[in-house]
């Protein structure tokens, strides 16, 4: 966590390659005794445990790259940009060179979008965009992100590093089926899977006026409530309002000793992220809650901001719940599950009852239902965009992206731009999209059958997160993600709730959203 953070040393002071040595020394030891013990013997239950140490112990416990972070007012070193994506493609460990090199170029990137004589980065300025008047200055200010574009995708031809990349991925094997897999193991049916995504395309169509709009201009025709209501948000008050909101529904953040680091740093990954410190193990008979830590950036405050910190912290009151044996201490075995219930609480900002208890004012309901869909159907358009590249290698990534933007969102086709390629999660953890885009299926039913159970929960519920904790956050690995799911849910995942949830929209501003609880 400390080099992730970019200091030099630990927060009891042990500077960053001591640890490391530690590290070595303790993961060998680890091995050694993974390695004497004879799994004939072992119990079912020992047996999975087992299993789960030894995946644990290469995808989370390997070896660190990055012994000492460079200090924190360090220039950060320009990453080589102008490079052959064939020639590092056709290297040993070709692909995973490639994506290092796209990533890092694209970090660098993103970090550094040029505006006149302003410098901001990717996520400040697609905020801004909803908040932007004029036209104009809103194409500008999109076509800014072009050396973002280019950093995956370069010219677009065959050639270009993202098409490298994919080419490179099937070739090892790669496919859609790890994404379908993923939704398998949440309650997704594979053969439902492609149909409920399009499906969801379908409603937004279907609630949404009919004419054509320009990509820049998406961002201000769902960006309402960041618009008029982003200014009672400031920078200082973004965590402020994060804590009191999860405060109000009886998670206390100091008290769960969920860790942030939110500060703009050079070298600081592009992707918002929470990951566990140190985890939640049962001590002298009481539970700690780990050291859940989040990493993002925020140079201002805002409703998108105040929305993504509020998931990246849902992800921190995941993890501090957990109650399980230590082999089981992870992630569930499903990654749409994990993102959806990160989105548990980040939702609510969209309901007008939510934005005035919590911020003093509200927008009508549709405008706040667009804001709410306009990142998850654009969640939905990449997933069936990396579906369709994984199928067909030597596709246009430009041409179906525009096909899927123009036939769905109604967004006027430009083949010529590679607006897709503005997602770290497209190079850096190919197929991850479709987290998000089942997740939103999954998190609608959960939310849906919450309220049904207990009722709404928009105003703070004290005895939310221990009911929430005991039936959906404690598990780990030790259930499997579908089991816990469907028994919640009682009975099986349908995007039937999301889709109901939509067409809210439809009404404009006569509908309501759902009532407060009393104070």
Request: charged content about 25%; hydrophobic content about 40%.
């Amino acid at each position: 966590m400390a080099g992730a953070a970019g200091r030099t040393r630990a927060d009891d002071g042990t500077a960053v390659p001591e640890l490391v040595r530690r590290h070595a020394a303790v993961r060998g030891e680890l091995v050694a005794r993974l390695g004497s013990v004879d799994t004939a013997a072992l119990s079912e239950d020992d047996a999975r445990a087992f299993g789960t140490m030894h995946r644990a112990l290469a995808r989370d416990l390997a070896p660190p790259t990055d012994a000492v972070p460079a200090a924190s007012g360090a220039a950060e070193p320009r990453p080589d940009c102008r490079y052959d994506a064939a020639a590092i493609g056709a290297t040993p460990r070709g692909l995973d060179s490639l994506r290092r090199r796209i990533y890092a170029c694209y970090g660098w990137a993103q970090h550094r979008v040029v505006m006149g004589a302003d410098t901001t980065d990717r996520l400040s300025l697609l905020g801004a965009l909803g908040r932007t008047e004029d036209p104009a200055e809103r194409r500008r200010m999109f076509l800014a992100l072009d050396p973002v574009w280019r950093s995956v995708n370069g010219d677009n031809g065959p050639e270009s590093p993202y098409r490298r990349m994919i080419a490179l991925s099937v070739k090892e094997g790669a496919s859609g089926e790890s994404a379908a897999s993923q939704a398998r193991g949440a309650g997704v049916p594979s053969d439902s899977l492609e149909p409920w995504l399009l499906a969801v395309l379908e409603t937004w169509r279907d609630v949404n006026p009919d004419s054509l709009m320009e990509p820049w201009d998406w961002y201000y025709r769902t960006g309402r409530p960041a618009r008029e209501l982003g200014a009672r948000i400031s920078r200082a008050r973004l965590t402020q309002l994060n804590a009191g909101i999860y405060r109000a529904l009886g998670a206390d953040l100091r008290a769960l000793d969920v860790r942030y680091d939110l500060e703009p740093r050079l070298g600081k990954t592009p992707v918002a992220f929470c990951t566990f410190g140190a985890r939640p193990r049962l001590r002298d008979g009481r539970w700690t809650p780990g050291r859940p830590s989040v990493f993002a950036t925020y140079r201002d405050g805002g409703l998108e901001n105040l929305a993504e910190l509020l998931h990246e912290t849902g992800h921190a009151v995941h993890i501090a719940a957990i109650r399980t044996r230590p082999a089981f201490t992870d992630w569930p075995d499903s990654d749409p599950f994990t993102e959806a219930i990160a989105d548990f609480v980040a939702l609510d900002v969209s309901e007008p009852a939510w934005q005035q208890h919590w911020l003093g004012d509200s927008v009508p309901l549709a405008d706040g239902l667009r804001f709410r869909y306009g990142g998850i159907v654009l969640d939905v358009a990449w997933s069936l965009l990396e579906l369709h590249m994984l199928r067909h290698p030597t596709a246009d990534p430009n041409a179906v992206w525009t096909r899927l933007t123009h036939d769905y969102l109604r967004i006027r086709p430009h083949p010529e731009l590679s607006w897709w390629a503005m997602r770290g999660q497209l190079v850096d953890s190919p197929g991850y999209m479709m987290n998000y885009a089942v997740g939103a299926i999954l998190i609608a039913g959960i939310r849906a059958r919450t309220v049904e159970l207990r009722g709404p929960f928009l105003a703070g519920d004290g005895t939310w997160y221990s009911w929430v904790s005991s039936r959906l956050y404690r598990y780990g690995l030790e259930r499997p993600t579908r089991q816990v799911i469907e028994e919640f849910l009682g009975g099986p995942v349908t995007p039937a709730a999301l889709l109901a949830d939509m067409r809210r929209m439809k009404s404009e501003g006569r509908a309501t959203s759902p009532a407060l609880t009393e104070d």
